[in-house]
């Protein structure tokens, strides 16, 4: 007989357990039963922490960023020079695989279906823009340490960082990228980031 969880244990459970559902089968088409039977509880255990489908989907966006962000300080925390703290967030998601490539699906999968969920919609910009904020910030503060040229714009730089991460997702799962591009591509935002010349 399994041991009952406290209910803070459990909610946890049951939220792991729907990120790596949602992942492998999306948004439409997981259900609260497979989710509930997977984290070895029932669906009305299952509801009485979150109170719809679209909500343990958007708690699922909220923590796999959460646990993203967690990596992204710890490599900051590590890494003395400002030149290295943006190579060193993308070396950090790429690394670590399993929370990025949650990461990216939960929103390839809500862009895909946000168009008919417009709380979806809302909440997925207002997570990406909490994303986006994140690395202007610290972009800003690379710049203002010396690791980054000041006369990059900041905002439009963080966007591109995400779109790499999206490109590096994206070339992965389609196997549309060599082994060398995405390294390529890094190195040369360094390089511009840096205000290097080749």
Not at 11 to 34: I, K, N, Q, W
Not at 127 to 139: C, E, F, K, P
Not at 165 to 183: F, K, V
Request: charged share 30%; proline share 4%.
């Amino acid at each position: 007989m399994r041991a009952r969880l406290p209910a803070s244990e459990r909610r946890a459970v049951v939220l792991d357990t729907a990120c790596r559902v949602f992942g492998r089968c999306s948004y439409r088409g997981a259900t609260t039963a497979e989710i509930a039977r997977e984290a070895g509880v029932t669906e009305p255990i299952l509801y009485r922490h979150f109170d719809s489908k679209r909500a343990l989907y958007l708690a699922c966006v909220d923590e796999s960023w959460e646990r993203v962000r967690t990596a992204w300080d710890e490599a900051l925390a590590r890494e003395p020079d400002p030149r290295r703290w943006l190579p060193e967030l993308g070396g950090a998601f790429l690394a670590f695989k399993e929370q990025r490539s949650a990461l990216a699906g939960l929103w390839a999968q809500a862009l895909a279906e946000a168009g008919d969920e417009p709380e979806l919609r809302r909440h997925l910009r207002r997570h990406v823009r909490d994303v986006h904020a994140y690395l202007v910030a610290v972009i800003e503060r690379a710049q203002a340490a010396g690791g980054v040229a000041r006369d990059r714009d900041a905002e439009a730089e963080a966007w591109i960082f995400i779109a790499i991460g999206l490109i590096a997702t994206i070339g992965g799962r389609l196997g549309c990228l060599a082994s060398n591009d995405l390294e390529r591509i890094r190195a040369a935002r360094r390089r511009w980031l840096l205000a290097e010349t080749p």
